[in-house]
């Protein structure tokens, strides 16, 4: 009898997991405009619950997922055009109503998936997988920074 052992968490299974998600919110996205940047951003400023200033939205962008400013800039202005958020005085960003609607359905549409994806997974399992890859997120930002500062 052939038993196959479960590989131990590395870069490549944290990735393959990652991307194999994203792919599957990315489809649901696409049936609505926006891609996965944006609706990083959308979901941040609906979470605000309140008018947020653009360079803390863009910071948290930034932060979330690794990209230029510039980029986190796009996503918004992208998000402006399209009318799910909207500019306000002095340097503010609020979510829509349309915003929030699409937030919300995009967030029902994966759900159902989502849960199918973790069904069977036991809750202790899904602590001790939050604890690594929250310890491992907190030291690749780490290596990020310092890096960053090396390049500086």
């Not at 891609?35 to 609906?46: G, K």
């Amino acid at each position: 009898m052939t038993t196959t052992t479960a590989p131990r968490v590395d870069p490549r299974v944290i990735a393959l997991a990652h991307y194999a998600g994203r792919a599957i919110l990315e489809r649901v996205l696409v049936r609505h405009g926006i891609d996965f940047l944006q609706s990083v951003t959308l979901r941040l400023t609906v979470v605000a619950d309140g008018p947020v200033e653009r360079a803390g939205l863009v910071a948290d962008v930034v932060g979330a997922v690794k990209v230029a400013e510039a980029d986190a800039h796009r996503a918004i202005d992208a998000l402006t055009a399209a009318g799910l958020v909207s500019a306000e005085e002095p340097s503010q960003v609020r979510v829509t109503d349309a915003g929030r609607e699409l937030y919300a359905t995009t967030s029902a549409a994966t759900a159902p998936i989502t849960a199918r994806i973790y069904a069977g997974i036991s809750e202790e399992d899904r602590a001790v997988a939050g604890r690594v890859l929250t310890l491992i997120t907190e030291r690749a930002d780490a290596e990020l920074a310092a890096l960053s500062t090396r390049n500086s």
